[in-house]
């Protein structure tokens, strides 16, 4: 059992990952935190409550609101042409009795590290402030969590908010060198693997015939929330029907890390300059820069990663 902190900002692409950790009956999501980019933070909560209330997981989820501003600098303010007015591109989500924990994101993670030493994998979705802002609460935190999954970066590939830089490290470069620097056993699931991996109404349509009678109500919002994700993929990158699945893909390794092609690499984060601003800079060169070492994912079996994505709501 994969027992599961998920750190998130609410979006499209995070909503379908967190509801594959809830319905994993291999996972136990032992809490929600939340930060600011695809929508602010309170808002990321407020769809992380109604999400657990959707997939109905059969245990409490607690969600803590996190850092709605990066270490530096203000928060440059949510984005509704990707991921619409609620951040999950303005499906409609029943809502739900639970309220946000009282306790803040960075507390909540550094309070399941300590009840939970050796066992915890955080897996990040968004901005890395939450755990850096854990990480100065508890310097340890390397050592008290299992491992660390995050969706971020672009080593290879082109990035998506600049030539070099990929939208959740360069929303809180220092934050996510920090990360970097801690010493955690941290894997990296960017744009060199997500950007290979796309989710197209065609997969919903195959699964639809297996779809398990209890996961109908996801079915039904997934097709209503990838609408206007499908629509900016379309109108961003000229992708027809089909759109990169960033988070899932996140949440896929973290469960099965077989789906990619790893290799370990000193890594750093530039957190200097205009143009490479947030750049993740893992070193190739056989006399390496003296940083610690990344598992930075460089390939993927694109379509095992989506049938298994998609595998998990089907009937047994």
């Given amino acids: 059992m994969i027992k599961m902190l998920i750190d998130c900002d609410t979006g499209i692409d995070d909503s379908i990952a967190i509801l594959f950790a809830l319905k994993r009956p291999d996972v136990r999501v032992l809490g929600i935190t939340t930060g600011c980019g695809n929508i602010d933070a309170y808002q990321a909560a407020e769809n992380s409550i109604r999400l657990i209330h959707l997939a109905k997981p059969g245990y409490e989820v607690p969600v803590a609101v996190g850092a709605n501003a990066p270490l530096v600098g203000p928060w440059e303010g949510p984005v509704p042409h990707i991921h619409g007015a609620n951040g999950v591109g303005n499906a ?3 809502p739900a009795d639970q309220k946000p924990a009282a306790e803040a994101g960075w507390d909540m993670i550094v309070r399941l590290a300590r009840e939970n030493p050796g066992e915890l994998t955080v ?4 901005r890395m402030t939450n755990l850096a802002l854990a990480l100065e609460k508890e310097p340890a935190l390397p050592r008290l969590v299992k491992n660390v999954v995050a969706m971020g970066g672009a080593v290879r590939a082109p990035g998506n908010v600049s030539p070099v830089s990929e939208a959740n490290i360069a929303g809180d470069p220092e ?13 990296l699931v960017g744009i060199d693997v997500t950007g290979k991996t796309f989710l197209t109404p065609r997969h919903l349509d195959i699964a639809e015939k297996y779809w398990a009678e209890d996961c109908r109500p996801i079915l039904d919002y997934m097709r209503e929330a990838l609408k206007l994700y499908f629509a900016f993929a379309c109108q961003n990158n000229r992708y027809l029907d089909r759109c990169p699945v960033h988070d899932p893909l996140a949440m896929v390794v973290a469960v099965d890390p077989s ?3 790893i290799r370990k690499l000193p890594t750093r984060v530039e957190c200097g300059g205009t143009l490479c601003r947030g750049m993740v800079v893992s070193d190739f060169r056989e006399r390496p820069i003296d940083a610690p070492f990344a598992s ?5 079996d694109s379509e095992r990663a989506v049938e298994e994505l998609l595998g998990t709501f089907l009937k047994p």
Avoid: H
């Avoid at 934050?175 to 894997?187: C, I």
């Fill in 259 to 261: 789906v990619v092609t």
């Fill in 123 to 126: 897996v990040t979705l968004g």
């Fill in 92 to 94: 409609e989500l029943l």
């Fill in 296 to 300: 930075i994912c460089l390939d993927v």
């Fill in 175 to 187: 934050a996510a060198d920090r990360v970097f620097l801690a010493g955690f056993d941290l894997t």
